[in-house]
């Protein structure tokens, strides 16, 4: 009989977490984004409740400018795995037209991802919110409890959090208040690439490189993805061999230049990376602090 | 590099938990930024975010505040202080590491009894020009309170005493009465200078004297496994899954110990007994193979077991084998730590959450509190924030629990207010109470199902009795 390897550990930490929100809450979901972090967490979900379904629905909120692949890919694993998904886009920034080439990360942001979000959990009634968010993506989520309370409109108190012990959570709250739950925290990138790799679990090809077209925008490459794209910059398109290390809103999300096409390729690259994951996302270099301000306001 | 070879051994990798204790002035954010830095944790678009921060908040002149790669939230930066738990993770050939960062100031010690639950070892920051000061004795109270059994006394700023051989070995053999004292299994002395990182990652060229390991590669290669064969099996029950008629399974991550099929189990507090029928390992189950078995599991596994019988068995239950029952009670004696800006009171129901289970008690009496600076008991009557006592907590319904000293998990519990619904208070059992362990004859007498009926319907509605379960 052995230790258990880290990789084995961190997985029955993340089971025992969804398992507490399965048995303490009324109404949980559990955020589906389509990307690596959240194909982990539905192969943990899984794992957790076997030989049953999945005792939650996922919901995605659709930005509408996200990855065509990754609309794709979520249709695809609904059929193989038959879990229920709940999909919302808000209707207003529809109406409006909202455009992160015209309107600007910030506010595409926080219309169609942040106020959507609250709108989509609303609806739903949800008492508690499971994500895919990692304590080494940002500094202010380093601080971040696994049971995070939010009050009724959603906001985060940084300074007034509740102290986490052990393994011992507190999952009590009132009528419209709900709990954030983080069961992947303590995993890093490292960690979910080398447990994708172990476990065989399937990822968007968007991870993979490939030649895909791309314009250089506000000091990204962003893919060329559909046709709303402004003309001036598509015009600017050229092909190269590139990849992406997260998924988001295509106009928002950089690509960097590669060759890995398998994922030990990937994982190579990675270890020999100097740059953090977040560095392609355009929204969380907007200003200092600017994801802590996010997640005030409700985002995750 | 060969890619694969290299999978393959990071497969096979263990994880330490480590908190360091230390105050502001300590240089401890600048250790963990100087870890961090040193085992090339930090990337470049990072190093480059802290540069133009160092500029902004630093407060180390021209140098690069290691100090800022750690400290968090933006208020916190603006002060220049750590003011909760942060966690960080970094990764060596061996292992991978989390570490708990917690503040040290005296009215931080809820952060730091939150950083330390978790932890395996802990880093203790003793300035070399100061010594052993009271936050040093508070430290040390604290993490050998929350069962922490390695302590690496870590002597900083050595630069700053001329890296001189006497400050290090007096400090080491003043510290070593410390941790007599406090009963402390496992102390590691390491003299270093964060700022520099002199014994950090690479041994000091300034202190030639110094043989042992530096910092990393100490953490790297210390011991820290337990006897799993030798430990009892604990399992609570956290979740029942119950997909159609046929499947009843019971699931949990082992708390101790180890199961096979067909072993004997009793579930607590209903004392009835069966076998184990199946045991279904989480972490072997996948996508094409959702009804994977095994033949035993061990700690920390998460699985579901089915049982022979069908005995009623439910969330907050424990499973244990038959033959290695831990005892079972409700009234018991507890190290208690408040957390709440509002004082405990002695006649109100709180939620206790010890494992899976949720019960209603009160702290009846407050045997004494502890001046966690010179370990001196003091009567009290009251309970205000940070301040660690020993109680005697009594439950509307009997545990069965083992004490914190042998297992951490079944041992400690949290404390919920049940209005405000925040956690107020972390508590360890530390056994019976004395109360108890008299009347003990008299649970032993047989009753009929009305009176059984009759005392939960008591212990169920007017809990504010204090009526003890039969």
């Known amino acids: 009989m052995n230790q258990l390897s880290h990789l084995k550990q961190l997985e029955a930490e993340s089971i025992y977490i969804l398992r507490e929100v399965a048995a303490e809450f009324d109404n949980p979901v559990m955020m589906y984004s389509v990307g690596k972090d959240s194909s982990v967490m539905l192969h ?57 080439f015209e309107h600007g990360s910030k506010v595409h942001t926080d219309i169609m991802k942040t106020e959507a979000l609250k709108q989509a959990l609303n609806k739903g009634k949800y008492d508690a919110v499971i994500g895919g968010a990692r304590r080494d993506e940002e500094k202010s989520r380093a601080k971040e409890r696994i049971f995070s309370f939010r009050d009724k409109y959603h906001r985060w108190d940084p300074k007034n959090q ?46 993979f490189a490939k030649e895909r077209e791309v314009v250089e925008y506000e000091g990204i490459k962003v893919m060329v993805d559909d046709e709303r794209m402004p003309v001036n910059l598509r015009k600017t398109a050229k092909k190269e061999m590139v990849r992406f290390r997260t998924l988001g809103c295509y106009p928002l999300t950089g690509a960097i230049n590669s060759t890995a096409t398998t994922l030990t390729q990937i994982i190579k690259e990675m270890l020999l990376s100097t740059s953090s994951e977040r560095e392609g996302r355009l929204i969380d270099k907007d200003q200092i602090g600017a994801m802590e301000l996010k997640k005030k306001e409700g985002y995750f | 590099m060969d890619i694969t070879n290299y999978l393959k ?32 944790m930090i990337l470049d678009d990072q190093l480059a975010a802290v540069e133009s921060e160092s500029k902004k908040y630093g407060t180390t002149g021209e140098k690069i505040d290691m100090a800022l790669f ?54 203790i920051l003793i300035d070399a020009r100061k010594g052993i000061l009271s936050q040093t004795r508070r430290h040390s109270y604290i993490v050998s309170l929350l069962g922490i059994e390695h302590i690496i006394v870590a002597i ?9 051989q006497e400050v290090f070995g007096k400090i080491s053999q003043d510290y070593v009465q410390l941790a007599n004292e406090l009963k402390i299994k496992n102390t590691y002395y390491i003299p270093l200078s964060a700022l520099d990182g002199d014994n950090v990652v690479d041994r000091s060229e300034n202190m030639p004297w110094f043989s042992e390991k530096p910092l990393l590669s100490l953490l790297d290669t210390m011991d820290i496994s337990k006897k799993i064969k030798e430990e009892k099996f604990r399992f609570p029950v956290q979740y029942v899954n119950r997909p159609n008629l046929d499947f009843r399974g019971f699931c949990g991550t082992i708390a101790a110990g180890s199961v096979k099929v067909g072993d004997k189990i009793t579930v607590l507090p209903s004392q009835k007994s069966t076998r184990v029928k199946s045991i279904i390992n989480s972490g072997d189950i996948t996508e094409r193979n959702c009804k994977s078995l095994s033949k035993e599991a061990f700690v920390p596994m998460a699985i579901t077991i089915t049982t022979e019988d069908e005995v009623d068995i439910s969330r907050g239950d424990m499973i244990v084998h038959s033959d290695a029952l831990p005892s079972l009670s409700n009234s018991l004696d507890v190290m208690l730590v408040w957390m709440d800006e509002s004082e405990m ?35 009290v009557k009251s309970l205000a924030l940070n301040d660690i006592s020993s109680c005697r907590l009594l439950l509307t319904h009997p545990i069965a629990f083992d004490t914190y000293r042998q297992n951490r998990e079944t041992g400690s519990f949290i404390v919920v207010d049940r209005i405000t619904n925040n956690t107020v208070g972390a508590g360890m059992i530390m056994g019976l109470t004395q109360k108890y362990e008299d009347t003990d004859m008299e649970l032993s007498r047989e009753y009929t199902n009305e009176e059984k009926a009759l005392n939960q319907y008591v212990r169920d509605n007017f809990p504010e009795w204090n009526c003890r379960a039969i």
């Open chain 1, 162 to 207: 509740r102290p986490e012990l052990w393994s011992i959570y507190n999952t009590s709250i009132e009528k419209g208040e709900s709990v954030r739950v983080f069961p992947i925290s303590n995993w890093t990138e490292l960690d979910i690439w080398q447990y994708i790799y172990q476990e065989g679990i399937d990822i968007p090809s968007l991870y």
């Open chain 2, 345 to 379: 009171d002695t006649e109100k129901n709180y939620d206790i959450k010890r494992a899976t289970s949720v019960i209603s008690g009160i702290f009846e009496a407050i045997n004494y509190k502890v001046d966690i600076n010179t370990y001196e008991k003091d009567e």
């Open chain 2, 9 to 40: 051994e990071h497969e096979d990798k263990d994880m330490l938990r480590f908190l360091t204790c230390g105050s502001v002035d300590d240089g401890k954010s600048t250790l963990i930024g100087r870890l961090l830095y040193d085992a090339k």
């Open chain 2, 156 to 164: 900083n700023k050595m630069d700053l005493v001329d890296y001189n």
């Open chain 1, 44 to 100: 943990l979900a899984m794992k957790a409740f076997a030989p049953s379904k999945l005792p939650f629905p996922l919901l995605h909120v659709d930005t509408l400018w996200k990855f065509k692949e990754m609309i794709e890919f979520r249709d695809k694993k609904v059929k193989e795995l038959g879990f229920d998904l709940v999909v919302h886009s808000n209707q207003e920034g529809i109406d409006m037209d909202i455009s992160p």
């Open chain 2, 70 to 123: 750690v400290d968090g939230l933006q208020s916190e930066r603006e002060q220049g202080i750590t003011i909760d738990v942060a966690y960080r993770f970094f990764t060596t050939e061996n292992r991978k590491f989390i570490i708990a960062d917690t503040p040290g100031h005296e009215q931080y010690t809820r952060n730091m009894v939150t950083g330390a639950s978790t932890a395996d070892v802990a880093i």
